[in-house]
């Protein structure tokens, strides 16, 4: 049976769920960058949402669609740090019950805002343990509403008001890179690009480490690797999800890789030229259209930010481990 896919529909129904309640986040140009890649670079900073990422979007969305019965039940999801938070900070918004499964190895900043939202925490083992069977069978336990990070419909349609918002504020656009890890953003951003800037590109970025979307892009089917080990730990995704694989093989027309001392390039980047603290996988954007300079010049691209969620102590750290000049 085909997959029941959502529309560009469910992302402007989703934009008016979130409205007064998500914030509609800056979109921010650089000088320096502009001269870099001799192009106009907008910026969709969703590090600036609430809880720190874009995943609030789309775990709000979620949530505020539950019935009455499906609310009082609670809800279970997994992550290992961001969509972690935007489920357990939209439970305590709405009012609801939430369990989340976090990998013992999670950040500390997200881990305990996680806590501080109010949400009951399970940890286990990212690297052997299967976290969606873990909260698949909780769920089913305990009668309570399984919230994926990434493949469901409501998920991926409340992401996609991101790249609405970007595209309503400064029009269309040539090229849009955007972070990948399950396919959540890249899913909904492209519901939105194209309905609204028909002609535009969209690219997804993964860490070089852990390809299972290029891979699965070029083959036609999902392929599954085991956890990669990289310092993008939002985008440590095995396999893409089932919906959202659909529709990057629709809409998308390229996925790219970074390498990890990349991904500290622009987050040194970020920090020294635009002011802005972002997380690895926040950068995996900017870091694809660094690489891509050439083909963006006299361009005019878009870059979404993931989020910014990473410990002072560990962001020091990456920048004495891949010192670099920008």
Known sequence: MPLALPTFDDVLAAAKRLEGVAHKTPVMQSSSLNEKLQAKIYVKCENFQRMGAFKFRGGFNALAKLNDAQRRAGVVAYSSGNHA???????????????IFMPHDAAPAKLAATKGYGATI???????????????????????????????PDVLSGQGTAALELFKEVGELDVLFVCLGGGGLLSGSALAAKALSPSCQIVGVEPEA??????????????????????????????????????????????????????????????ERMKMIVEPTGCLSLAAAMQASESLKGKKAGLIISGGNIDLARFSQLMTDYPCEL
């Open 85 to 99: 938070q935007a489920v357990a900070l939209s439970a305590r918004i709405l009012q609801i019950p939430a369990t």
């Open 210 to 271: 852990g390809n299972d979307v290029q891979q699965s892009f070029r083959r036609g089917e999902r392929v599954k690797i085991a956890t990669p080990v990289t310092i993008a730990d939002g985008a440590q995704t095995p396999m893409v999800g089932a919906i959202t694989f659909e529709i990057i093989k629709a809409l998308v027309n390229d996925i790219h890789t970074v390498t990890d001392a990349q991904l500290v390039q622009s987050m040194r980047f970020y920090a």
């Open 122 to 152: 399970i940890g286990y083992d990212r690297y052997g343990e299967d976290a969606s069977s873990l909260a698949t069978a909780l769920a089913s336990q305990n009668g309570l509403t399984f919230i994926p990070p990434f493949d469901h």
